[in-house]
């Protein structure tokens, strides 16, 4: 071995977490060692959030020209060079890649080492030719695609997200196994930017969210021309003329459908394989690793944050974790991690928001009378009119009281409406409080608070309260 070295912490992952934790723990003094077998930035920066979206914002610029006749301008077809959106894709990543490098770990105090880490006993991880015996330990080694034993798929060739990324040329016919949120929103991209798409999943397409407002994007998705397949068992796969034929049943007949290329996208699963963590006595399931409420592992001084811990997958919620770790390493704190709402945001067009319960959950969890669902349709905002965005809705899930219980949103700019409604809900705002804001017009974030006036309008409609109006018209 050529080095032994004796942090006070050492995070393994350079991803989400990983680096959330790092950096923190070295702004707060703390002696820190940062392990990555990969690229820095980890599957958000490199194969997930950050290409995905800039992707889309290619595919939706595209779309926008396609539709520009609507506002009365004339566009000529839009000609899409595959190569630039490529570099495009390539260019925001290189854009964000520093606040993630390993020139900005160090500079902070953070010593990176760029090898695979594995645990040789409870208190030890070797990394390439280094010992690191720390006093605190954190894994954040995220996740990787989880391919499903669907006969054939060893044999042919296909992407996952770590691979899609680098095509630079047209794609003629996607097939993309999985109807969640990745699987819709690179099969939506690769539409708009004048692909063939067709999606497979085994569910209802994204099966986690409000099917209500699912449909709205499903709708888009189908006018747009993707060919969706939910609840569809694909057999098998094979090399077709084409590329890849793919086997599924339907209406009792077995059907075939060919296309170029093949995208699986069903699912992830955590990275544990390389760590050895028996070794260090850490309980794990093929889920992920077993944290308590502050994320501690069966072994005490070793924590585990992001992806790796199962459950919800987000880039935020990784840095929410590494919040938690925080608290807790450095200052004996003990915040709660299952306290905090998380949101989520399907990036497709339109976009679909959730921030705690959705209807279904609150109607699962309380009885039925005694919540009440709120909703405002985008065709009754303003702004919405003036940009032609006028699919979509909110619906706020409350208590009777006005306790907000969730709220869903699907529509344009879904993803930043959303954020008024975490604040609601970190900060037990009530519905009706709402409607106290000013807000500026005309806004998208007016539809928040037309919601919210919806919560007195069967009080409006009492005979009472009309009395008093009519009383204070009179006399006021
Ligand atoms: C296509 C796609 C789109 C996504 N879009 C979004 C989005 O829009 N918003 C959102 O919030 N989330 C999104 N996500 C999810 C998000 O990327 C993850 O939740 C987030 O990256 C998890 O962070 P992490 O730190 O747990 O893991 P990662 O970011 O994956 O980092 C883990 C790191 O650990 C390293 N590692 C693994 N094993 C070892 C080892 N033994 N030794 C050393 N290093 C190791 C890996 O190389 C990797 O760099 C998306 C994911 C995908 C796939």
Redesign the pocket.
């Known amino acids: 071995m050529e080095e032994v070295l004796k942090p006070d912490l050492c995070v393994?992952?350079?991803?989400?977490?990983?680096l959330s934790v790092a950096a923190a723990a070295a702004q707060f003094g703390v002696p820190v060692v940062l392990?990555?077998?990969?690229?820095m930035?980890?599957?958000?920066l490199n194969?997930?959030?950050v290409p995905?979206?800039a992707l889309l914002a290619a595919g939706k610029r595209a779309e926008a020209v396609r539709t520009a006749s609507n506002f009365g301008i004339d566009v000529i077809e839009a000609q899409i060079d595959h190569r630039g959106v490529h570099d495009h894709v390539h260019g925001v990543i290189a854009a964000i890649a520093p606040n993630d490098s390993i020139e900005r770990m160090t500079g902070l105090g953070v010593r990176v080492i760029q090898?695979?880490?594995?645990f040789l006993d409870k208190f030890t991880v070797e990394?390439g030719r280094v010992l690191v015996r720390a006093r605190r330990f954190v894994i954040?080694?995220?996740?990787t695609p989880l391919i499903p034993p669907i006969p054939g798929l060893d044999e042919v060739p296909y992407f996952t997200?770590e691979t899609i990324f680098d095509v630079s040329e047209r794609i003629q016919h996607l097939i993309v196994l999985g109807g969640g949120?990745?699987g819709l929103?690179?099969g939506q991209a690769h539409r708009m930017l004048g692909s063939h798409v067709t999606v497979f999943d085994t569910a209802s397409l994204l099966a986690n969210e409000d099917p209500e407002a699912s449909r709205v994007l499903v709708k888009k998705l189908q006018d747009t021309e993707v060919v969706l397949y939910p609840n569809t068992r694909v057999e098998r796969v094979e090399r077709s003329v084409q590329g890849i034929a793919v086997h599924f049943h339907k209406d009792g007949e077995t059907t075939i459908i060919k296309g170029t290329h093949l995208l699986v996208a069903t699912g992830?699963k955590p990275?544990l394989k390389?760590?050895s963590l028996d070794r260090a006595e850490i309980a794990y399931t093929e889920e992920g690793i077993k944290v308590n409420e502050q994320l501690k592992t069966s072994n005490r001084r070793i924590y585990a944050?992001?992806?790796?811990i199962g459950g919800p997958?987000?880039?935020?919620?990784?840095n929410y974790h590494a919040g938690i770790v925080i608290r807790n390493a450095l200052f004996r704190l003990k915040p709660d991690v299952s306290a905090a709402a998380i949101p989520r945001?399907t990036?497709t067009d339109p976009e679909l928001a959730q921030i705690g319960l959705t209807e279904e959950e609150a109607h699962k969890r309380f009885r039925r009378r005694s919540i009440r669902i709120y909703r405002w349709p985008y065709a009754d905002n303003d702004r919405a009119q003036c940009a032609r965005e006028t699919e979509g809705f909110i619906k706020v899930i409350t208590r009777r009281d006005g306790t907000i219980l969730g709220c869903t949103i699907v529509g344009a700019h879904a993803g930043e409406l959303i954020q008024m409604w975490v604040v609601a809900l970190a900060k037990d705002i009530k519905l009706g409080d709402i409607t106290s804001f000013v807000l500026p017009y005309p806004t998208l974030s007016e539809l928040s608070k037309r919601v919210a006036f919806t919560y007195y309008q069967p009080t409006l409609t009492k005979g009472w309260v009309r009395s008093i109006i009519g009383l204070l018209r009179r006399f006021g």
């Open positions: 393994i992952g350079a991803g989400s977490g990983g392990i990555e077998k990969g690229r930035g980890g599957d958000c194969y997930g959030c995905s979206k090898a695979s880490a594995s990394a954040a080694t995220g996740s997200n949120p990745i929103e690179l992830r990275n390389s760590l944050v992001g992806d790796v997958k987000y880039a935020h919620l990784a945001v990036y």
